[in-house]
């Protein structure tokens, strides 16, 4: 069965597939199967936004669609950047800028605690739809740490571990992160 993934972001690519190879024998980016399509994403929820881009990209290929919309919640500024941390900054992707912001933002502050949320949807053409959101719970750290991952993950500590989610191996992050959790609970309910 053939698999679309609403993103042409590399990063969640790899991350995906890695996770779902398993289980569909052709899955490729947008931009693999020739497709150039932005959702605007203006649901209030990352479920919301996940289903949305999900719904247009099945039905614009005719084929299974998966989307998924994540992104960092930090307790003390009330759930912010939470839909908009891509574009915390102010213009979309920019990770340095974004880290930077969080930073300023949480300067001085005590409560250091985040949740990354990662909300995902599998659309077929017929309408069907499948969904999961999970949780990867950890705090701010006060710098950058590490080379791995993208995003917020060098400023994402671990205090189990010890470290942030940018010192951690790819495979270690699909097990234990967000993305990775919530594509198995909705392979789970395939």
Known sequence: MKLIIASNNRHKLVEIKSVLRPFFGDIQSMSEAGIEHETVEDGSTFMENAVKKARELAELSGCCAIADDSGICV???????????????????????????????????????????????????????????????GEIALEPQGEGGFGYDPLFYLPESGCTAAQISPEEKNRIGHRGKALRALVAKL
């Open 75 to 137: 307790d003390a500024l009330g759930g912010a950047p939470g839909i908009f941390s891509a574009r915390f900054c102010g213009h979309h992707g920019d990770d340095a800028a974004n880290n930077l912001l969080l930073l300023e933002k949480l300067s001085g502050e005590e409560n250091r605690k985040a949740h990354y949320t990662c909300a995902v949807a599998l659309a077929y053409p017929d309408g069907r739809l499948v969904t999961s959101e999970e949780y990867f719970f």
